[in-house]
Nanobody, 120 residues
Framework: VQLQASGGGLVQAGGSLRLSCAASGSILRINTMGWYRQTPGSQRDLVAI???????NYSNSVKGRFTISMDNAKNTVHLQMNSLKPEDTGVYYC???????????????WGQGTQVTVSS
């Protein structure tokens, strides 16, 4: 299973970016997809996750500004980031919980990370 993320970049505070992540490979079902953020010297923290059933969880710091969505048919997750702040800066990692075949457990997979930099 591979997760390919795109859409990071440099933006001024108040601006917007849209991250996308496509899962590919041997996939039977995806239970959850989402995004985590990591800054130097810090752990990887949840930004937003969404289940295939549509349940969503946001970090308190992004509620009202970020919107996560999932295209189940395309195994893709998007993160629309509006009203960006300098503290949103970090490497954003795509995350997916995937079952690759019948009878096998779901496993977590990570993408390669995409840099988001918000200048003040």
């Amino acid at each position: 299973v591979q997760l390919q993320a795109s859409g990071g970049g440099l933006v001024q505070a108040g601006g917007s970016l849209r991250l996308s992540c496509a899962a590919s490979g041997s996939i039977l079902r995806i239970n959850t997809m989402g995004w985590y953020r990591q800054t130097p010297g810090s752990q990887r923290d949840l930004v937003a996750i969404i289940t295939s059933g549509g349940t969503i969880n946001y970090s308190n710091s992004v509620k009202g500004r970020f919107t996560i969505s999932m295209d189940n048919a395309k195994n893709t997750v998007h993160l629309q980031m509006n009203s960006l702040k300098p503290e949103d800066t970090g490497v954003y990692y795509c995350y997916a919980v995937v079952q690759v075949n019948y009878g096998l457990d779901y496993r977590a997979y990570w993408g390669q990370g995409t840099q988001v930099t918000v200048s003040s």
